[in-house]
């Protein structure tokens, strides 16, 4: 047989007679045992609510502002209690301010029996676990809206923004509590292609269950990205919509390619120069003792050959050297210095800025924060960089851009120029040791100029159009207890 659950009950009432009542007719219920506990002054109620009952059952009669005051004391206490009031009125005369307290039920005294009473007991726990279970659920929900990483949106199906989480307001600079209703705002507003504006719109009226679409929108600082909108109905007017920068998976794959290519670089490098110097030393020791060995009519006919031997031997030497400086991890000296000061240096390092007649814009951030940095290696990274960008620019005409920025725990550099830009066929190569198309380069500035940013633990990557100029983005640690915006 199985056992009968246990429900407490408290039963507010200053008519002794009603609460004889309920506790015989709750007596014959026949699905749970139950356990009614009485108070019949208010004051004896507000002590006994801290207990553990699991239904709370109050008499009320209208105009009674001490029972109004219990009833909210009940709700303070425990939120989604179950609680049934007992009432000489019908329905029909119900004060609203009672009902809107978050009463689960009523009953008019003198009709109902022991099913009514126990069936509505049993309905008002239910639908109290239930709201209680939806609150939690909803929290957790909200939680993930509020912390979502990406962009995350709730429209209407005329696409107008009814939420949105802080990524999204960061982003793209709306929030909707923030705005009256003149200034109400659309999401299709966003987007840039008519046809991707069309298919959301002829969707959302469709009430179409889920749909992706492939975009380009602009965020906050007019910054167009590509996206991968995908939206999913809530319900019949509500629709989810979660905004993915494919940008910022552009940007990652990109930078963890460059790792790579630069780790791949570095172990054939080693190869290489194991494998050359060994040989290139015995072919100088075989010169010099050729040059020992000869005679000096011999050595007068080959002319200058064993010293052509030599100095190309040296040459290689220095190339392979070269080769493996560059693309070995550096050994830091790092302290902390504060990025702008940094690059001010290398600004007043690298020549011909004037003679040029380029105009520097420095963006810098407005907070004051240092990262831990080597800094005569990091002035030649930059160096590198600000020299490449004023050779590729007109004179007179020329116009560089510095600009630091707070991204999370890092501070992201950007170099950029109005130069002549990079062609995409060589854009992918310009890190690669000896590659240049700059007579006389000795296309070692650039590698060089990643092994720095890498052995500091950061990344460094190229924009570039051919005619319109190229922009470094340069992402470098912050110190432990530097900010984080």
Do not use: W
Not at 236 to 249: G, H, R, T, Y
Not at 343 to 364: F, S
């Amino acid at each position: 047989m199985v056992e009968k659950e246990v429900i407490r009950i408290l039963y507010v009432d200053d008519d002794k007679e009603e609460q004889k009542l309920v506790s015989t007719i709750l007596k014959t219920a026949k699905k749970n045992k139950y356990v009614l506990e009485s108070a019949q002054s208010i004051d004896d109620a507000l002590v006994k609510i801290k207990d553990s009952y699991t239904v709370f059952l109050v008499g009320y009669n209208p105009g009674k502002d001490d029972q109004l005051k219990l009833i909210k004391e009940i709700k303070a206490l425990r939120k989604h209690a179950p609680l049934i009031m007992l009432s000489g009125l019908d329905s029909e005369t119900i004060d609203s301010e009672v009902l809107n307290l978050g009463v689960a039920d009523y009953l008019v005294r003198g009709k109902y029996d022991a099913n009514t009473f126990e069936r509505r007991i049993q309905f008002a726990i239910r639908d109290s676990k239930l709201f209680e279970s939806l609150e939690q659920t909803s929290k957790k929900f909200r939680s993930i809206f509020e912390m979502a990483a990406d962009p995350f949106i709730l429209i209407d199906g005329k696409s107008k923004i009814l939420e949105a989480n802080p990524m999204f307001v960061n982003k793209f600079g709306i929030n909707p509590h923030d705005r009256d209703d003149v200034k109400e705002c659309f999401f299709s507003d966003l987007i840039f292609e008519d046809s991707a504006k069309q298919k959301l719109l002829k969707n959302l009226e469709k009430k179409t269950e889920s749909f992706e679409i492939e975009t380009v929108i602009m965020t906050d600082d007019n910054t167009v990205i590509n996206t991968i909108i995908s939206i999913a109905k809530q319900d019949d007017n509500q629709f989810q919509v979660l905004i993915k920068d494919l940008s910022a998976i552009k940007t990652q794959a990109e930078e963890e390619l460059n790792l790579k290519k630069f780790s791949s670089t570095g172990r054939i490098a080693r190869l290489l120069a194991h494998e050359v110097k060994n040989p290139l030393t015995t072919i100088v020791l075989s010169a010099d003792q050729l040059q020992l060995e000869l005679s000096k009519e011999t050595l007068a006919e080959s002319g200058d050959l064993i010293e052509v031997i030599r100095r190309n031997c040296d040459r290689i030497n220095h190339l392979v050297s070269q080769l493996l400086d560059s693309t070995r991890f550096s050994e830091l000296n790092i302290q902390n210095h504060s990025v702008e000061d940094l690059l001010d240096e290398a600004l007043d390092q690298v020549n011909r800025i004037e003679l040029k007649g380029i105009k520097v814009i420095k963006q810098y951030k407005d907070e004051d924060c240092l990262l831990p940095l080597d800094a005569e290696k990091i002035k030649i990274a930059f160096s590198n960089i600000l020299v490449n960008a004023i050779e590729s620019m007109e004179d007179k005409n020329g116009r560089l851009t510095i600009k630091t920025i707070l991204r999370g725990h890092q501070c992201q550099v950007e170099i950029m120029d109005n130069g002549a830009g990079i062609a995409q066929e060589n854009l992918e190569r310009i890190f690669e040791p000896f590659f240049t198309d700059k007579i006389g380069g000795s296309g070692l500035g650039l590698t060089n100029t990643q092994n720095i940013i890498f052995s500091h633990g950061g990344t460094i990557r190229v924009k570039s159009e051919v005619g319109k100029g190229t922009c470094f983005v340069i992402r470098l640690n912050l110190s432990e207890d530097a900010p984080i915006s």
